[in-house]
């Protein structure tokens, strides 16, 4: 058995898969590669192949038909050998230095009796044309180097949260929870950090700048322009959230408090992109979204509608929307998000 398996999704990723691939490649037989060439029509397919050749024992590479990037990710879950599993997008890469900690720590982890959930390290805000990197670290939060549990974990502030690029989790509890992803989707990251977490129990952090996250091309999917084109993706996406988890149904306060908590960004987000757009028919999705949450649970839709964020991204009226974009651009400027 692999120690860590890497799931690289690829699609069309020809001018920039080189700098992931190559910093993923370690002198350690122990990991693995899996490059997911999800019908790409340009030379991905080829460059992974070549990286087959060169480290046959490190390196797959799996060709399929497209099914966006949660379909690759399944396609890479299926296939992982690895005790643990990460998920690293072909345009972004991971430190070196932080690598071979990282590896170091799984290896001392796999001697536990019990074997950990999910490990969590801190990621990097790449932003294209910023001099200023922005580090998302969890150490206010989490304690370093030890196994816990939600309940001993501090209040996360508003705008830090676990995303996908801060997570390895333990392969067998996506497999056996029978974990998958919708294909043709976007912005699924959010439902693989969200669905998992309430098997997740034991939980170990590494202080260590490990991934690092490229954002600022005008072509890409996080892109606010983008976005709002795709509102429907995301609107799905948050959706499926709220239906995929029953959050008083959780047993740790600190753990449902954190769901809870990540519910409400991610559809104020929803929200945002959608009074950006300011068409008329979006506004009408805002409101349509909203009574959603309400008619599916009227304890989760009070939780997030009266809260500080429910409250602002609700302010009725022209004059309204006007405060809450203002509220929206001075928060990118704290938060440093794309």
């Given at each position: 058995m692999k120690l860590l398996s890497f799931i690289v999704p690829c699609y069309n990723s020809?001018?920039?898969?080189?700098?992931?691939?190559?910093?993923?490649?370690?002198?350690?037989?122990?990991?693995?590669?899996?490059?997911?060439?999800?019908?790409?029509?340009?030379?991905?397919?080829?460059?992974?192949?070549?990286?087959?050749?060169?480290?046959?024992?490190?390196?797959?590479?799996?060709?399929?038909?497209?099914?966006?990037?949660?379909?690759?990710?399944?396609?890479?879950?299926?296939?992982?050998?690895?005790?643990?599993?990460?998920?690293?997008?072909?345009?972004?890469?991971?430190?070196?230095?932080?690598?071979?900690?990282?590896?170091?720590?799984?290896?001392?982890?796999?001697?536990?009796?019990?074997?950990?959930?999910?490990?969590?390290?801190?990621?990097?805000?790449?932003?294209?044309?910023?001099?200023?990197?922005?580090?998302?670290?969890?150490?206010?939060?989490?304690?370093?180097?030890?196994?816990?549990?939600?309940?001993?974990?501090?209040?996360?502030?508003?705008?830090?949260?676990?995303?996908?690029?801060?997570?390895?989790?333990?392969?067998?509890?996506?497999?056996?929870?029978?974990?998958?992803?919708?294909?043709?989707?976007?912005?699924?990251?959010?439902?693989?950090?969200?669905?998992p977490l309430e098997k997740v129990e034991r939980i170990y952090y590494i202080n260590v700048d490990f991934y690092r996250y490229f954002i600022g091309r005008a072509d890409q999917s996080v892109n606010e322009k983008v976005m709002i084109e795709r509102i429907d993706q995301q609107l799905k996406v948050n959706k499926l959230m709220i239906d995929g988890v029953d959050i008083e149904q959780i047993t740790s306060p600190e753990l449902r408090k954190y769901m809870l908590n990540y519910l409400e960004i991610i559809t104020v987000i929803s929200t945002i992109l959608l009074i950006r757009s300011g068409k008329e028919e979006d506004l009408k999705k805002k409101k349509e979204l909203w009574k959603y949450i309400k008619d599916k649970d009227i304890q989760l839709y009070n939780s997030i509608r009266y809260g500080v964020m429910g409250r602002l991204m609700n302010i009725p009226g022209y004059l309204g929307r006007s405060i809450t974009v203002s509220a929206y651009k001075v928060s990118q400027k704290i938060v440093g998000f794309n």
């Open positions: 020809q001018d920039y898969m080189d700098r992931c691939i190559s910093s993923l490649l370690v002198n350690d037989e122990e990991i693995e590669i899996i490059i997911v060439n999800d019908g790409s029509s340009d030379h991905t397919g080829l460059i992974a192949e070549d990286y087959k050749v060169r480290y046959p024992s490190i390196v797959r590479v799996i060709h399929q038909d497209n099914l966006g990037h949660g379909g690759a990710v399944n396609t890479g879950i299926k296939l992982a050998a690895g005790m643990f599993v990460k998920v690293v997008d072909s345009d972004d890469w991971v430190d070196r230095h932080a690598y071979l900690k990282i590896l170091m720590s799984l290896k001392k982890l796999v001697a536990e009796t019990k074997p950990v959930d999910m490990v969590v390290s801190n990621f990097v805000y790449e932003k294209q044309g910023k001099r200023h990197r922005k580090v998302m670290k969890y150490d206010k939060n989490f304690p370093e180097e030890r196994v816990f549990t939600w309940d001993e974990i501090s209040s996360f502030r508003k705008g830090q949260y676990i995303l996908m690029h801060s997570i390895i989790y333990r392969t067998n509890l996506l497999k056996e929870g029978q974990f998958t992803l919708p294909e043709h989707t976007f912005y699924v990251d959010n439902l693989f950090v969200f669905k």
